[in-house]
């Protein structure tokens, strides 16, 4: 295993000049950063391990791959909102609009195609319509968080057929657990809903040890979420070395 470092070190504070997309330069860096980082690794053929972060840094990992990649997004949401569709500003959940082009956004990198993107653990009523819009128009394939709490070795199963012989990335925001099994997300809607860390466990390991599989990145990962519940990010690595090792 090769320890590539660490991109940007960035805390968030409120950004009052860019309300609708907050901080959005300092995410463009981190992704871009994401890319040069992980260019040289995928061109070595190596898999890659990225912790975010937020979700963004999917992109910077496909702009790395070959542009054949097949990105499976792991997420409650879709993160196809844009600086119009939604108040809050938080990039977190516009990353794939961002990547797909969606009114014209882009980080300055090369951008994905609508085949290249396939959901699992959605939950369709922490959506937007805006973002639901989006994926009709653009046929998105989705698995919801049910099926993926119910049968996670089916939904894995499912998506690596979608897949195909295509280059696989891995992108999973911890949100997609139950929050009560697993407290370590920023965003803790997830409470009594979602995979259990045992669950998830079933589903990487089928997708990892795929001979396509090359990159996983994970998002939203917030370690003060599980301060009372300290075993809950050795159990999460524990999760993480099955899969990869
Ligand atoms: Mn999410």
């Known amino acids: ?6 991109g940007p070190l960035q805390i968030w504070s409120p950004d009052a000049a860019n309300p609708r997309a907050q901080n959005v330069e300092s995410v463009a860096e981190s992704v871009r950063s994401v890319a040069d980082m992980v260019r040289p690794a995928a061109e070595r053929g190596d898999r890659v391990l990225v912790i975010g972060g937020n979700c963004t840094i999917a992109l910077g990992v496909m702009a790395a791959l070959e542009p054949s990649a097949a990105l499976l997004y792991i997420d409650r949401h879709y993160d196809l909102n844009t ?3 939604t108040t809050d500003g938080a990039l977190d959940w516009m990353g794939m609009a961002y990547g797909l082009g969606v009114d014209g956004l882009g980080f300055g990198l090369r951008g994905l195609e609508p085949a290249q993107v396939h959901y699992l653990g959605i939950s369709r009523e922490v959506t937007t319509e805006f973002e639901r819009d989006q994926v009709a128009a653009l046929g998105l394939p989705w698995g919801s ?11 894995a199963s499912r998506a690596l057929e979608w897949v195909g012989a295509r280059p696989l990335a891995v992108h999973l925001d911890v949100d ?3 929050f009560i099994d697993a407290p ?3 965003n803790t ?41 300290p075993d809950a990010i050795p159990r999460f690595i524990d999760v993480l070395v099955a899969a990869l090792g």
């Open 176 to 178: 997609v657990l139950d």
């Open 189 to 229: 809607d997830g409470r009594n809903s979602g995979p259990t860390l045992a669950s998830l466990a079933v589903l990487l390991e089928k997708l990892c040890r795929h001979d396509s599989f090359r990159a996983l990145s994970i998002g939203e990962l917030n370690p003060s979420r599980s301060a009372g519940t």
């Open 145 to 155: 968080n049910e099926a993926l709490s119910s049968d996670p070795a089916g939904e």
């Open 184 to 186: 370590l997300a920023e």
């Open 83 to 85: 600086p119009a569709s």
């Open 1 to 6: 295993m090769i320890d590539c470092g660490d």
